[in-house]
């Protein structure tokens, strides 16, 4: 990307330049997120946090402190500062905080936590990278807010509780720095032009351009301005080119795994035919007693307990499953301690980065998993961790050739969210053959696939919220483009709609047939293996063949 005349981010900070390139703000970001640092996760349980008040005290001592000795003069050095360090602190400590235990309960080592990587990427890219990062993803937040609403009430920005239900600080600060850039627009309860205070300033003030002004906090209203929302399509821009929202998409559904209690229930009431179709898949990829296997995205196990892995590996093979959900991994640790199963273990792990060396396992096998993530990357981690000669498989539903008209009008509401982008969506369920050409690409050979289908029974509103609203990628992402707020409000609508008009329809109509599809390759074991595959085009059946 080239220098952003658009962006113009921090324009009255004398020590910073009126409008920033682009491209460095992509790099701070990428930087942040390489840190282990958070703005705004969407996180399922956000009211329901629990910040402990040594780790409360922390956070705000700890802001403080970075600001003073590294902010220097201007909005990095005042209120500005302090509200972006803040505000990363509050963040990555809620992830922290859920990447251990799985719920926002924040002790004092999680925000200690917070402090060490924030202070790493001061290091490395200055305070005021701190503030330019807070200020894109904060301008990402108050400006999508806007744009949905067409405008708020000043209390109502300032409060945050569309955006921000996790953070308390007051916005009054982002307000006047928005107004400022010329993102925002004023009026109602101050100055008769809608636009300054009732003094005729600016509506801004003091040094570092946050005080003064009599409607910060006043009774008005805040709206975009055409300005503001041409910079909202700069700055997703650079957020998505970044991995942020994609990073911050991750989080949002390992969250909801999290809230579900009852995962292998609420699969059963909705696919009653799965246990049926993993087994195939088990039988299709042609595992072996005594392999030493992968699943990744192994959630409670289903795969491996009911989809006959460890049965298939037998006492002398050994399992290993990885989930980046803490909940599901516990209740899929509790599920091999009641079955007595030794030579199974759980990990919690991300898909992108699997924590084993190359060429640790015999089969690396998924289900359901490449549109959760980037399937290019998920799957090159899966053939690094394979050896050679070993297998790469993975089992999915595909998209539906001819969905029923009232699932796509029931859906429609947040379908229109999403559509926005245009294009094939990374996180549509695969077409038929698409796996197969990502496995191809990532230099499998023999890749062999086998086609069924499966049913999808609609007659539980609330089984079907968790799987369709709640967890599936595709939603999510587009439930992402919304405030949280009215995020949240629209799934609690959509459920209720699906509990109005599920009861009314035909048996047949809440059953619904969807293609699935398993799909294996063999990692080459050399450049002749390899060359010999794109030679001969083959689509061979390879090691333990349909």
């Known amino acids: 990307m080239g220098r952003g005349k658009d962006f113009g981010m921090a324009g009255r900070d004398p020590d910073t330049p009126g409008h920033l390139d682009t491209s460095e703000v992509v790099d701070h970001v990428r930087a942040f997120l390489d840190c282990g640092l958070m703005l705004d996760p969407w996180l399922g349980d ?103 609403y067409g405008r708020t009430s000043q209390p109502e920005f300032v409060s945050g509780p569309h955006r921000r239900p996790w953070f308390d600080a007051p916005l009054d600060a982002e307000l006047a720095r928005g107004v400022a850039d010329g993102d925002f627009r004023v009026g109602g309860a101050a100055g008769s032009d809608g636009v300054g205070g009732a003094d005729g300033s600016d509506g801004v003030g003091g040094a570092d351009g946050v005080g003064g002004a009599g409607w910060v906090g006043g009774a008005g209203w805040v709206e975009a301005t055409p300005q503001g929302l041409r910079r909202y399509g700069v700055v997703r821009g650079i957020l998505s080119e970044a991995g942020f929202l994609e990073a911050r998409l991750r989080l949002a559904l390992v969250s909801e795994l999290n809230l579900i209690q009852d995962y292998d229930a609420i699969r059963r009431r909705m696919l009653p035919r799965e246990v049926e179709w993993r087994r195939h898949l088990t039988g299709f990829v042609g595992v072996r007693p005594g392999d030493r296997l992968l699943e990744v995205g192994s959630a409670t196990g289903l795969q491996i307990f009911e989809g006959g892995l460890l049965d298939a590996v037998g ?4 399992i290993t499953g990885a989930c980046p959900s803490v909940v599901l991994t516990d209740q899929a640790r509790a599920k091999a301690q009641r079955r007595r199963a030794s030579n199974v273990r759980f990990v919690r792990s991300h898909f992108e980065a699997l924590p084993f060396p190359d060429g640790h396992f015999d089969v690396t096998l998924a289900v359901a998993m490449l549109q959760r993530t980037g399937p290019a990357r998920a799957v090159a981690e899966m053939v690094r961790v394979t050896r050679p000669g070993g297998l790469v498989a993975h089992g999915s539903s595909c998209a539906p050739s001819d969905p029923p008209r009232w699932l796509l009008e029931w859906l429609e509401p947040v379908l229109a969210w999403g559509a926005e982008r245009g294009g094939r969506h990374p996180h549509a369920r695969p077409r038929p053959g698409e796996v197969a050409q990502w496995f191809a690409e990532a230099g499998l050979v023999d890749v062999r696939t086998a086609a069924q289908s499966s049913q999808s029974v609609f007659d539980d509103p609330d089984a079907v919220a968790v799987l369709l609203l709640r967890t599936d990628p595709l939603i999510q992402e587009a439930l992402g483009g919304l405030p949280w707020s009215a995020a949240q409000e629209l799934i609690a609508q959509l459920t209720e709609r699906a509990r109005q008009i599920l009861p009314q329809l035909p048996a047949a109509e809440r059953r619904i047939m969807i293609p699935v599809e398993a799909v294996c390759g063999r990692v080459p074991e050399g450049p002749e293996d390899a060359g010999a595959q794109r030679k001969t085009g083959g689509t061979g059946t390879g090691r333990g063949g349909a």
């Open 46 to 148: 956000l009211a329901e946090r629990r910040i402990e008040p040594a780790a409360d005290r922390l956070i705000r001592a700890a802001a403080e402190d970075l600001t003073a000795k590294f902010g220097g003069a201007g909005q990095a050095g005042g209120a500005v500062g302090i509200h972006a360090a803040l505000d990363t602190l509050a963040s990555t400590s809620a992830v922290i905080a859920h990447d251990r235990v799985g719920r926002i309960a924040v002790t004092r080592s999680m925000a200690e936590e917070a402090r060490r990587r924030l202070l790493a990427f001061v290091g490395r890219r200055g305070f005021r990278a701190v503030v330019w990062v807070h200020g894109a993803i904060s301008r990402f937040e108050h400006l999508g807010m806007l744009r949905y």
């Open 315 to 318: 006492p002398s093979g050994h």
